[in-house]
């Protein structure tokens, strides 16, 4: 209707142009013609050019009726072209938005794949359709981290209702009383600490709200000072902007994990790098590279001396959601003599907007 609508517009103007155009013409040659016969002219030829006159006039009156049917035809004939047009190239929009209403959860593996040239059309299913594989990925993340946090949860109480249960026998001695007190603080301590994960978590993934200079190479050698380790520090200016809480979480995480999964006598060494990097290494046990991208899922625990605790499965997850809140990356490779060697690349101050 809109394109109709222009046509039938732009044709009357048109219209209009061409009859004002005409007899502007007409009137010009009768004018000339006048002027060339002077004004002695026998009556027979006055009679002539009056004819002539209400012949041109005549023309000019059929002409402008019969332009003015033509053009509604032509308006007519334009509306349903149009909209048999814009039916065949809305077509697959249809066929899209008919794809996208049959979608939910259940069902975010469909694609739309649309076929056809390449045109904005088929720019926008497969921009539909990579949204879709990131929601899908989302959904099963979310699933997985679901289960695996009922699990995790699931496990203290069993634990803590089997404590109660023994300790509730009248026959118990104070020796299986006090495993038992022993075995709740320690479910208790153990639920308490994934819980904190889990707000950590939380938090990280949310965003940063406020921003602040950190000076990286301090928060490090806070954190190393815990666990009895000399963090080198080869540039001691390097200022991150970000949350300084959540920075120190990151590095303690790298530390705690590089101690807990590490062979007797083993070694952790920690280096600040130009440019916001941290280098956490450890000679801990061989770890395969494929095994390596498992790691950074939540409740997912390597192979080390303290396999069980006291971490909850989050220390690296949690790693990964700090460095993308602060704009960085976060990479594990093999170590040379085993273990593993982190590499947390955050941008420095200058670079991160406010």
């Known amino acids: 209707m809109v394109y109709g ?3 039938l517009v732009l044709g009357t103007c048109l219209l209009g142009a061409v009859n004002l155009l005409s007899r502007a013409g007409t009137e010009d040659e009768a004018a000339a013609i006048a002027a060339r016969t002077g004004p ?11 004819l002539a006159e209400d012949v041109r006039d005549a023309l000019s009156e059929q002409m402008l009726v019969w332009s003015v049917f033509a053009l509604l035809g032509t308006a007519v004939c334009a509306v349903v072209v149009g909209w048999w047009t814009a039916g065949r190239v809305l077509r697959p929009v249809h066929e899209m938005t008919a794809k996208a209403r049959r979608l939910s959860e259940h069902t975010l593996d469909r694609r739309l794949a649309v076929v056809g040239p390449d045109d904005e059309l088929k ?47 009248e026959s118990a001695s ?3 009383i006090a495993r038992t007190k022993q075995m709740l603080l ?34 490090v050698r806070e954190e190393c000072e815990r666990y009895g380790i000399d963090a080198e520090v080869v540039s001691s200016g390097a ?37 916001g990097g941290l280098v956490v290494a ?24 303290d396999r069980m605790g006291p971490g909850a499965g989050l220390g690296l997850s949690i790693v990964r959601s700090i460095a993308v809140a602060h704009g960085g990356t976060v990479t594990a490779e093999p170590g040379p003599e085993g273990g593993l060697v982190m590499r947390v690349s955050l941008p420095s101050g200058a670079g991160v907007p406010l």
């Not at 002695?40 to 009056?50: C, D, I, K, Q, W």
């Not at 990131?134 to 995790?152: G, K, P, V, Y």
């Not at 991150?240 to 006598?265: E, S």
């Not at 061989?286 to 899922?297: C, M, N, Q």
């Open 239 to 275: 200022v991150v902007r970000g949350n300084r809480l959540l920075l120190a979480q990151l590095v303690r995480n790298l530390v705690a994990n590089a101690v807990a999964y590490n062979v007797p006598d083993g070694t952790v060494d920690v280096r600040v790098e130009d440019g």
């Open 174 to 176: 104070a020796q299986e």
């Open 5 to 7: 609508a222009a046509f």
């Open 123 to 169: 720019e926008l299913g497969d921009t539909i359709d990579a949204l879709l594989a990131r929601l899908e990925t989302a959904f099963d993340s979310q699933r997985r981290f679901i289960a695996n946090a009922s699990h995790e949860l699931r496990t203290p109480l069993a634990t803590q209702r089997t404590a109660i249960q023994v300790g509730l026998d």
């Open 282 to 305: 450890n000679t801990g046990p061989t770890v395969d590279a494929s095994d390596i991208p498992g790691l950074f899922e939540p409740f997912r625990r390597g192979e080390g001396r």
């Open 40 to 50: 002695a002219l026998p009556m027979s030829e006055v009679t002539v050019g009056r």
């Open 186 to 219: 320690d479910s208790n301590r153990r639920s308490e600490r994934l819980i904190e994960g889990l707000l950590v978590l939380a938090r990280s993934e949310r965003g940063l709200e406020e921003r602040e200079d950190v000076r990286l190479g301090d928060v």
